[in-house]
């Protein structure tokens, strides 16, 4: 079936940092794929996504690509805030005519002045 | 912007009580969605739901879940007898169709006692 798997967090930078979250997937056919964030007692938000291979989604200084032939849609942002620090999930919805979102574990970003 | 309205943000309940969720989808997206975020976990999917009728639901959704669209602007989700691991964060979400991003309410934190 369709998953999603991201790199294990917490993640912990300093302001300004260079930010990369290893997003990897597995589904059929040709599945939509996004990023949401999730703030500190918050309930989840859509950061950005793609639709088909090579679209670049991008929201709020971060970016992410939809590479086909490395099943993979990392998130990244050259200068990370402490404003950044949240839960961000990447998730995905396949062919399926429902729509069904399936998310990755989350990975916590910790950004410290 | 539109906004997706969950009541109550926060539920506490005994075991084997029956609990009701309420949502507010956006009321020009006709697919509705229920998922769960049990403390520190991945989000699930739970149910989705298009044209008064569900359309997918999980392994989770057993027969102690049921959702309702009872007067086309709520969109409610009904545990009969509510277990301790029924405790979690539900989020509701609606979508404009398949591929496109959902929006989610801020969730409701359910606790089961």
């Known amino acids: 079936g369709n998953s999603v798997t991201q790199m294990e967090g917490p993640v912990t930078l300093s302001e300004e940092a260079f930010l990369t979250i290893n997003c990897t997937y597995t589904?059929?056919?040709?599945?939509?794929l996004f990023w949401y964030v999730q703030y500190p007692g918050e309930g989840l938000q859509l950061l950005l996504k793609?639709?088909?291979?090579?679209d670049k989604g991008s929201n709020k200084g971060f970016e992410a690509t939809y590479r086909k032939e490395t099943t993979s849609f990392h998130l990244e942002k050259g200068s990370v805030q402490v404003s950044d620090s949240a839960v961000y999930f990447c998730?995905?919805?396949?062919?399926?005519?429902?729509?069904?979102?399936?998310f990755g574990q989350g990975t916590t970003l910790q950004v410290k002045p | 912007e539109p906004e997706v309205t969950q009541t109550p943000s926060h539920q506490v309940t005994q075991m084997g009580q029956e609990v009701i969720l309420r949502c507010v989808p956006i009321?020009?997206?006709?697919?509705f969605y229920w998922y769960r975020q049990i403390l520190g976990q991945k989000v699930e999917f739970l149910v989705s739901?298009?044209?008064?009728?569900?359309?997918?639901k999980s392994e989770i959704f057993d027969d102690q879940f049921s959702v309702e669209r009872p007067d086309g602007s709520n969109f409610t989700l009904k545990i009969r007898s509510t277990k301790l691991e029924d405790s979690a964060m539900y989020f509701c979400?609606?979508?404009?169709?398949?591929?496109?991003?959902?929006?989610f309410g801020s969730g409701t934190r359910l606790t089961v006692v």
């Open positions: 979400a609606s979508s404009g169709g398949p591929g496109y991003g959902y929006t």
């Open positions: 589904a059929t056919g040709y599945p939509s």
């Open positions: 793609a639709t088909k291979a090579d």
């Open positions: 998730a995905l919805i396949g062919s399926s005519n429902t729509g069904k979102l399936i």
């Open positions: 009321s020009n997206h006709l697919y």
């Open positions: 739901f298009y044209n008064n009728e569900i359309s997918e």
